[in-house]
């Protein structure tokens, strides 16, 4: 049973600057025959503001070859606290509208794939604890099913015991209470997003894989120092019974674009007030 992971293609219908890879990753997944593609986030430019961003990548979806489930990002729906974009309760209902629920299952071989709605880690939202509670049952119930996770953002960059990286991963509370239920329930596997790094590492019995976005990437003045690899790609997982085999790949035909060059046109500052 293959699964493709794709991640941070960061697609719009009117802010086109990664658009030219999209062709290129649609034609590397039919090669791969898969039967399955999960997509951990940052599908869009800005589907947080634009219900056309999002309506326009659940149309292109439709196009890959195997069914889809994604998970939002944080240009998605927003984030916890987040100034100008919090994560709502309209950002997650248009989530829900064109791609289905922000957290999910699949059984897979002997595994049970979980998709979790990183956004809601943090946000004091009713969504939160009706996410948690769900994730505990799902796993309760897994019956002897090795568990993965995909979701948008990283539990921790470096280590588990880090101290809170912004931005860039779960803050230290509710990430405490994620590892808890990694260890209860041993937790095989964790993909994730958001950085737009490749990463494979393991931590306490956990394999945790950064899969690499196929839009663009980011430079050194915009992102801290952190492990990886900056390069787009996407992963192949093959799961077969209780194993899993995990390939980061590169994509062929893809452009590594630069968010640095373009910022000021795809996220331009906003104005106070
Ligand atoms: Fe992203
Ligand atoms: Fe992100």
Redesign the pocket.
Known sequence: MRVLQI??T?LSPTKRHFAANWPALLAWATEQRPDLIIHT??VSVDGADQEEDLAYCASIFRNLPAPVLSVP???DVGEAYHPHQPVDRARLERWRRHFGGDWWLRDVENWRLLGLNAMLFGSDLPDEEEQLAWLRKAMTDATGRRIAWFT?KPLFLEGPDEPDTGYWSVKPGPRKALLDLVREFDVALIAT????KSHDLRVDGCRYIWGP?A??VVGPEMQPPMPGECRLGAVIYDFADSDVTATREDVPGLTTYWIDDVVHEVYPPRQAA
Not at 193 to 196: A, F
């Open positions: 991640s941070d960061h986030g940052d990002g944080n240009h948008h997003g958001h950085l737009h976005s839009g663009f």
